[in-house]
């Protein structure tokens, strides 16, 4: 039996203690600060280089399969449009809980003002560059980012990450054409985007394996540029605000379930509870979806023809716990890079966060490649990933937690409206 290796998350979780080691060491010598910047940051830039890299990629890839996966639309219109209107209610409803608690909670405004000059300082012409975009942004009309969403050129929207809501567009264009058309002519580009998308999450996998190199880099640079306690304060309040903003999520799934579906918010977890526990072993929708198939079908009561349809598009645009993660990242890196960001482009956060949530590959490590499309859109800086890579993975394991549990909520509300639909024993 082939021996499996050490676990990824611990292989990262290692690097990013030594970068922070490596880093208090080298910020007490004069000359390392310099040696910090030539010879360990640039391995940093290059892992976010990467994970920028493969963001329109898999914004193409995922979306336009999970949009065309949808299939037959003629026969399963009722089902389908009930499924997606539960599905971006519950997303938008996740990131506005996610901007509420990140904007009354703050965690990123109890970084000290001189650590903040700091980290300006140490990205200094990349976070001037988003500030002037979002200072050209307030000067434009109300609509203009209604206009931009739908691009001149595509080719030209692709360069820029910061355009991504015009991919997105483009995406779900191709997608909904997919499934207007006759399946004979779709098969050919619908079997291109299904290999392209796993072609896609293998690249992930391989630029996750740099991801230890990518936590110390990252950790060690920010750490000799900014050696301060407050810095990890603020990672811990960020942590809580997730967390709490998680475990709302999960009551939201309860209230739903008990009042559109008749259903006992405890019997419903406890039943589900094996999926739950393996979604958070693995940071996978997708390694789980068999297992929270069984759990919805033979234990909840969910009959098998909404089960098998729900469930997998859950898995691949329902991110409830991705999208609220993104937001509360996004806010809480601009508070720690001192970005003031207004109504507008919070706004355009959740507009962003939800959109992209639908293109986020149910694997581990695919919210992090997300979460770069959200900060281009909001003019936030990338680089600001440093501040949370590091505590990810265990955040990661328990937003899945809440991607399933979505899942399994919606697909028993979509079920109540049949006529085969019963408790579970």
């Known amino acids: 039996m082939k021996k499996q290796g050490f676990p990824l998350h611990w292989k990262i979780l290692i690097g990013m203690f030594l970068g922070v ?3 208090l060491i080298l910020g007490q010598f004069e000359w390392g600060p310099g040696f910090g910047r030539d010879w360990i940051k640039p391995f940093g830039t290059m892992f976010i280089n990467a994970l920028k890299l493969i963001a329109v990629p898999l914004i193409l890839a995922s979306l336009i399969k999970g949009v065309s996966d949808l299939k037959d639309l003629s026969s399963l219109s009722k089902m389908g449009f009930r499924t997606i209107t539960i599905f971006l209610f519950t997303t938008v409803t996740a990131v506005s809980l996610g901007l509420l608690l990140v904007n009354t909670i703050k965690p990123g405004s109890s970084i000290s003002e001189e650590t903040r000059k700091n980290l300006l300082a140490s990205y200094e012409s990349e976070t001037a560059a988003n500030i002037e975009k979002a200072d050209e942004r307030l000067e434009t009309g109300p609509l203009q980012g209604i206009v931009e969403i739908i691009p001149e050129n595509f080719i030209w929207a692709a360069a820029d990450n910061r355009n991504m809501l015009q991919v997105i567009f483009f995406a779900l264009l191709i997608g909904v054409a997919l499934i207007l058309i006759p399946e004979k002519s779709a098969k050919p580009l619908k079997e291109f985007f299904d290999s392209f998308n796993e072609v896609i999450l293998k690249i992930i996998d391989i630029i996750m394996m740099t991801a230890p190199l990518g936590a110390f880099a990252l950790l060690a640079a920010l750490v000799i540029d900014a050696p ?3 810095l990890f304060a603020a990672l811990g309040w960020y942590s809580i605000t997730v967390i709490i903003g998680l475990f709302l999520m999960i009551c939201v799934y309860g209230i739903l379930v008990y009042t559109f579906a008749g259903k006992s918010p405890f019997q419903f977890f406890k039943k589900l509870a094996p999926a739950q526990l393996l979604a958070f072993s693995t940071s996978s929708s997708a390694a789980t979806l068999p297992v929270t198939m069984e759990r919805v079908t033979e ?4 009959p098998k023809e909404v089960a098998s349809f729900v469930l997998p598009i859950g898995a691949t645009i329902n991110m409830d716990g991705t999208s609220l993660y993104q937001a509360v990242a996004a806010v809480f890196i601009a508070q720690a890079f001192g970005l003031d960001l207004s109504l507008g482009t919070q706004l355009g956060i959740i507009v962003t966060a939800t959109l992209a949530s639908i293109g986020s590959a ?9 979460l770069v499309i959200v900060l281009a859109q909001a003019g936030i800086p990338e ?7 590091g505590i990810d993975r265990p955040l990661d ?3 899945t937690v809440v991607n399933v549990s979505g899942d399994a909520a919606v697909s028993t509300l979509v079920a109540k409206a ?3 639909y019963k408790d579970g024993e």
Do not use: E, Q, W
């Not at 234990?299 to 969910?302: E, Q």
């Not at 680089?383 to 890579?389: D, N, Q, V």
């Open 397 to 399: 394991m328990c937003r």
């Open 21 to 23: 080691i490596v880093g």
């Open 299 to 302: 234990h909840i009561g969910v």
């Open 418 to 420: 049949i006529p085969t």
């Open 383 to 389: 680089a600001g990933l440093a501040l949370i890579f």
């Open 228 to 230: 301060s306690v407050d």
């Open 362 to 370: 149910a694997v581990p490590g695919a919210g992090m490649v997300m």
